[in-house]
């Protein structure tokens, strides 16, 4: 009954009339009644007192005060003209000014009638003065709904010009709410609403827009908040229920001659816990008949890569090729150089397939891995292309994640008949709530402990111009045979500003570290492939003692003789980046430095994230810090998430409360995985409704 009305037209609405409908629409992207009812206030005000303008005091920030207007006048001024009202009451008067909208309030306000005004008072040429007041009649304020902590709503400066201010807003939300009269169907089952001692949502829902009192609003902020919480979790664990119980995936029953020998005669080392227990995770997904899809988040150098080896080995040992993918050459070169060795000991056959390979080599790679003779494929997006066919893949897995979009991930679905397993590992973490959240699709891995014997890594803040001591610093680090990398924002590599920095930057450094005592590697995203490697290989070889480069070494690289790293106008790098940089030294077993360069002129943000490196080298920590300073919208790879359009609830201050929502979730669905018990039937309407529409607010009341 309530769902067809709460669909109608927003035209319909008492006090809506064609054009601000079409307002609503465009600036608010408010169609029907319930998106109006589903417009939850940014904030709220109290308007329990009144003032007197005589006793107006210069710091009174927002004000309400009764009083008549007297007369208008414009103002010309130098752009455009100024409205000002003369304003009265029984005490003394002031402005009331306005800068838009002249014709509608001319021709709608009231001269001598009593209003209600409200707004931010200015103290200006021996005059108060309000501009853009909220204006509304005495008597329509008594009679309002509306109680004493008033909403403000979100608004555009077009509906203000137009007139639609939060006090219409407000009288539109009023219609609505009497139009209903407490009709709004429950949406969340009698034990939840229990459990957490949660009102109605009829109470909710009202007490939103109308507050009764501060109690009543902090519940029902609770309220809409779990709710929408819980629904975006409840699809999200329920696709990925719904998903397992669908896709079939292969069964890697056995672990075998590989993955044991490997095991127990070459390791290099032994494995951490965090990275036994994942293998564990891994090597129960793949032998379960559901298809694996893992996101394994570890930090820079904890020791992902063996990891993903060992799941190779198992998808080998069971008779299926594998591939790992690299967002960059030179990552996937040194993955391929890395596990050569480990392959060659146990005889695997392995390969590397580049956008550099020659065509000879391609054709090899192409007939071996239609025969099954190659085991493994190491390479980068030149994997995905059509040519590049498979006898059987078992398992696909995708290193640094966020470089890859969502299309890339299904390409690698389809080189098979069936999908194989799936592992995608990123070093770019994010808190395990959000992760959840965001990925919801994924299952999630963590390793969160570094193998030992690690030194943290010291790291500064400098001045560039503190220079000088910096470059004394590293050529006592260069004396003592470590290497240096020195890094620059070319963070759009077509921008020719960033280019000649690093140029310039290159220039200086060679007059700084002449030939012959000094070699430097410089490496960036505009040199042809064959020359960046060449050139990075001399430095892993340790033939040059410095690397100046762009962010292409951000991901991956590895040189553990490598003991410093130095960023160059750091304020540039998000936290993220700085970290994943960072990560670049720290690997071998000389105490390594982490250099921050900037200006001295920074802003609060950049300070943060200079403080945030200096303080902490965890980078979960860090992602906090990040995802605080630039929201979640900026979070790589989540752009396209729609599970961050909250309309309520904010996924970083609300982090608890989603872990909540999500184990609430997960708890009815294990207990009632099709959501039929009775109980649970306004759940079960709501979830059926929530997936016909796209926004998760769309749903019915
Ligand atoms: P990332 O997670 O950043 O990809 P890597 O897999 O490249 O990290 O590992 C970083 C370095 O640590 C490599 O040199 C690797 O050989 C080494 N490593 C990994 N696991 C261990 C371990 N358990 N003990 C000692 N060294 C390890
Ligand atoms: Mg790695």
Redesign the pocket.
């Known amino acids: 009954m309530a769902d067809a009305v709460l669909q109608k037209s927003i035209d319909y609405l008492k006090g809506v009339g064609p054009n601000r409908a079409s307002l609503l629409r465009s600036e608010l992207g408010i169609h029907t009644y319930q998106d109006l009812l589903h417009l939850f206030p940014n904030r709220y005000i109290d308007r329990t007192q009144f003032y007197n303008i005589n006793s107006l005091q210069h710091n009174n920030s927002e004000v309400q005060i009764v009083g008549q207007i007297t007369g208008f006048k414009e103002i010309q001024q130098k752009r455009g003209k100024r409205l000002v009202a003369t304003f009265k009451d029984e005490t003394a008067q002031m402005e009331l000014v306005w800068f838009r909208g002249h014709k509608w309030i001319r021709e709608n306000l009231k001269i001598n009638a009593t209003y209600v005004v409200f707004g931010k008072v200015n103290w200006f040429n021996g005059n108060f003065s309000m501009p853009h007041p909220d204006m509304e009649l005495k008597s329509e304020f008594d009679k309002g709904l509306r109680t004493a902590i008033q909403p403000l709503y979100p608004s555009t400066e077009t509906l203000r010009d137009r007139g639609i201010s939060n006090r219409v807003i407000c009288k539109l939300m009023e219609q609505l709410f009497l139009q209903f009269n407490g009709k709004f169907e429950e949406s969340l089952s009698e034990p939840l609403l229990n459990q957490y001692k949660m009102i109605s949502k009829n109470e909710a829902l009202l007490n939103i827009h109308f507050p009764k009192n501060q109690n009543l609003l902090a519940k029902a902020q609770f309220r809409l908040k779990f709710e929408e919480l819980f629904f975006i979790q409840l699809q999200l664990i329920y696709k990925n229920l719904v998903h397992k119980a669908k896709i079939k995936g292969f069964v890697f029953e056995a672990v075998g001659a590989n993955f044991n020998t490997f095991y127990s005669n070459h390791l290099?080392?032994?494995?951490?816990r965090a990275?036994k227990r994942v293998i564990k995770e891994i090597r129960s997904d793949m032998g379960s008949n559901a298809q694996m899809n893992r996101l394994l988040q570890?930090?820079?150098?904890?020791?992902?890569?063996?990891v993903a080896f060992m799941a190779m080995l198992i998808a080998i040992d069971n008779g299926f090729q594998a591939t790992m993918m690299a967002p960059t050459e030179i990552l996937a070169i040194q993955h391929y150089t890395?596990l050569k060795t480990l392959c060659d000991a146990i005889g695997i056959q392995m390969s590397l397939l580049t956008g550099s390979s020659k065509t000879a080599e391609r054709k090899q790679i192409h007939s071996q891995l239609e025969d099954g003779s190659l085991h493994i494929l190491v390479g980068t997006h030149a994997v995905l292309e059509d040519k590049v066919k498979f006898k059987n893949l078992g398992l696909a897995i995708i290193?640094e994640q966020h470089r890859f979009g969502v299309a890339q991930r299904s390409k690698l679905w389809r080189k098979n008949n069936s999908p194989p397993h799936i592992l995608v590992?990123t070093?770019t973490p994010i808190p395990r709530t959000l992760a959840m959240s965001v990925y919801g699709d994924l299952d999630i891995s963590i390793?969160d402990e570094l193998?030992?014997?690690r030194k943290p890594i010291k790291t500064v803040h400098r001045y560039d111009s503190n220079r000088l001591k910096v470059f004394r610093f590293i050529k006592d680090e260069i004396q003592k045979g470590r290497q240096i990398y020195i890094v620059y924002p070319l963070i759009n590599e077509s921008q020719k500003l960033d280019f000649k920095d690093l140029m310039d930057g290159y220039e200086s450094i060679s007059r700084e570290f002449p030939m012959p005592t000094y070699q430097i590697s410089i490496v960036h995203g505009q040199m042809k492939a064959a020359d960046k490697d060449y050139e990075m290989q001399r430095f892993i070889k340790g033939e040059t003692q410095i690397m100046v480069a762009t962010t292409v070494i951000e991901v991956?690289v590895?040189v553990?003789n490598a003991s410093v790293m130095v960023i160059e106008s750091a304020e540039r790098f998000g936290l993220s980046q700085l970290h994943q940089l960072r990560?670049r030294v720290g690997?071998g077993a000389e105490q390594s430095y982490c250099i921050l360069m900037t200006g001295s002129k920074l802003g609060n943000d950049s300070k943060t994230r200079m403080a945030t490196m200096v303080t902490s080298g965890d980078g979960f920590e860090i992602a906090e810090v990040d995802l605080k300073l630039r929201g979640p919208g900026d979070l790589m790879g989540t752009q396209q998430s729609g599970v961050l359009r909250l309309k309520i609830a904010n996924i970083i201050q609300d982090k608890e409360l989603l872990g909540i929502a999500r184990e609430s979730a997960k708890n009815i669905l294990k207990e009632d995985p099709k959501l039929i018990s009775p109980m649970n039937r306004p759940i079960n309407a709501t979830y059926v409704a929530m997936g016909t529409y796209k926004n998760i607010w769309n749903y019915i009341s």
Do not use: E
Request: aromatic share 4%.
């Open positions: 290099p080392f032994n494995l951490t990275q570890g930090d820079v150098g904890s020791g992902k890569t063996i890395g290193d590992m070093a390793i193998p030992p014997g991956g590895n553990p990560g690997r």
